[in-house]
């Protein structure tokens, strides 16, 4: 069974704000299981003008330390491809797991634009989808586990965002959270 996720948040600053603090967002304290972030590949796409970047990020693995002989590993991997349009001020993320893909299925679209009411906000939407394929009794509770780690890491990179943007309007130069 696919467990599914929806979820909107307002930042109240600028979407140049937003997008520049999402860049520098990792490694942070707020969210330590993000081991490291590599950009594969950003190029400016000469048809549209998009910026596309795609990144390796590497973690802690998204399972509880005692269920870990399913997976046989404590890192996991993931790509994520976005695509900015300056233009109209969207950029969207996309994210999916590379580990484990036999056992487990993770995926997660992040959506940054101008909020429709007020264009100095930036609203975010967020959708995340995670699949168990394996057949035991513990698929429930992977289930729950996934969505609990899931929400506790969108609310903790929520706040290394907030802080960044914070850093970027008070015209100071942030690498990352710190």
Request: proline residues 6%.
């Amino acid at each position: 069974m696919v467990k599914r996720l929806f979820q909107e948040y307002v930042y109240q600053h600028p979407w140049a704000v937003v997008t520049e603090a999402t860049w520098l967002k990792y490694p942070n304290p707020f969210c330590p299981h993000v081991l490291d972030v590599d950009v594969i590949s950003r190029r400016v796409d000469d048809n549209d003008g998009f910026l596309k970047t795609r990144r390796l990020f590497t973690a802690t693995s998204p399972v509880p330390r005692g269920l870990r002989w399913l997976m046989n590993s404590d890192v996991a991997y993931a790509v994520e491809d976005s695509v900015v349009d300056p233009v109209k001020q969207r950029m969207e993320l996309n994210l999916r797991s590379l580990t484990f893909g036999d056992i487990v299925e993770m995926r997660e679209t992040s959506t940054f634009e101008p909020h429709p009411e007020n264009s100095e906000w930036t609203l975010l939407k967020q959708h995340w989808s995670c699949e168990w394929k394996v057949s035991t009794a513990f698929v429930s509770s992977l289930e729950k586990l996934s969505v609990q780690r899931f929400l506790s890491s969108v609310a903790n990179g929520r706040l290394a965002v907030k802080q960044l943007c914070q850093d970027i309007e008070q015209n100071e130069t942030p690498n990352h959270v710190s």
